[in-house]
């Protein structure tokens, strides 16, 4: 693996830098949230940047309300990758913190990060990430399909992992000398669809350049991330899986099949069908939800399948053009 950045000796605790990235002023009472979790932190980080993307009013009015905190434009392409870059370039910190700007993190959640950094080979680490619903969570939804909120699903287990999720994500900076995070995979101005993987494709990348170093997830560190009630509806449940294999299809496209899948199989071939079980025996037992959960997995599995496959077709055209 290539030696860590000079900056940082491996030894005591790193510099890191706290990003969150904001869009609109729908979410201002979750950004000033979000803001407020990091500034309580103990210890506190040595940089907090809020990048506002491309919203000239958000950001003015936000640079009012955070005398204290570095509230800047994103002057990279619009969509959470470039907001993210340009977070990146503004500090030289050891080690880089997403936090969306809709999750508030927990006590603890920047030192239970910062903690995983004494071991060189650790190239990020993601916290668990809890479900803030605004209604109550769906008797059908499923929790191997939390991802499809942005939080920790049934399945993914503290240790090392091939991917972060972004909602709370740490990076050592030295991954981003080699490209940041690539345009055109998740969510844009663009493609308001909800798209993500923007991480997936930046984890596996780095490690490919790295095979000695290690993501890891821990339950060390936590957020709260807020879930609004247009969200826990099975219509966004479905448009988000289908938009997920889209996504999918050009993480792949970008990193090859055997990286861009590796998780998926055993996800959707043992961590899924037991999902599936659980709802049937819940149902047998007397909660009837049961079986619309494991409908619910049937189900989103097979939109995420379509999107991926529909993506496929749409790389092989276009690279045939």
Not at 199 to 221: K, M, N, W
Not at 244 to 267: I, N, Q
Request: charged share 20%.
């Amino acid at each position: 693996m290539t030696a860590p950045d000079p900056s940082y000796s491996g030894s005591g605790r790193p510099t890191c830098a706290v990003v969150i990235c904001a869009y609109t002023g729908q979410r201002w009472d979750d950004i000033l949230a979000a803001v407020a979790s990091v500034q309580a932190q103990q210890p506190a980080p040595d940089d907090l940047i809020v990048v506002v993307d491309h919203n000239p009013d958000l950001q003015a009015r936000l640079a009012q309300r955070l005398p204290g905190v570095r509230v800047v434009e994103n002057h990279l392409d619009r969509g959470l990758s470039g907001a993210r870059n340009t977070g990146v370039e503004l500090t030289d910190a050891d080690v880089v913190v997403f936090l969306d700007d809709d999750a508030a993190a927990q006590p603890g959640w920047l030192a239970g990060l910062i903690s995983h950094y004494n071991d060189p080979n650790v190239l990020g680490v993601g916290s668990r990430i809890d479900a803030g619903w605004d209604n109550t969570r769906p008797a059908w939804w499923p929790t191997e399909f939390d991802w499809v909120v942005g939080c920790t699903y049934t399945g993914q287990r503290p240790g090392r992992v091939r991917n972060l999720i972004g909602a709370s994500a740490s990076f050592r900076r030295e991954l981003f000398h080699g490209g940041g995070f690539v345009t055109g995979i998740g969510r844009s101005a663009t493609d308001q669809r909800p798209s993500g993987c923007e991480e997936t494709e930046f984890c596996i990348r780095a490690a490919q350049s790295r095979p000695d170093g290690v993501f890891l997830h821990t339950d060390d560190a936590a957020v709260t991330h807020h879930v609004p009630g247009d969200r826990g509806t099975f219509s966004y449940f479905r448009t988000r899986c289908y938009a997920e294999g889209l996504s999918k299809a050009k993480v792949t496209d970008s990193v090859g099949v055997g990286d861009g899948l590796s998780s998926e199989w055993s996800y959707s071939t043992v961590t899924l069908p037991m999902g599936v079980l659980r709802g049937i025996w819940s149902a047998v037992r007397g909660d009837f939800a049961g079986l619309l959960r494991a409908g619910a997995i049937i189900t989103g599995l097979a939109w995420t399948t379509a999107g991926y496959v529909r993506g496929t077709v749409d790389n092989f055209r276009q690279a045939r053009q």
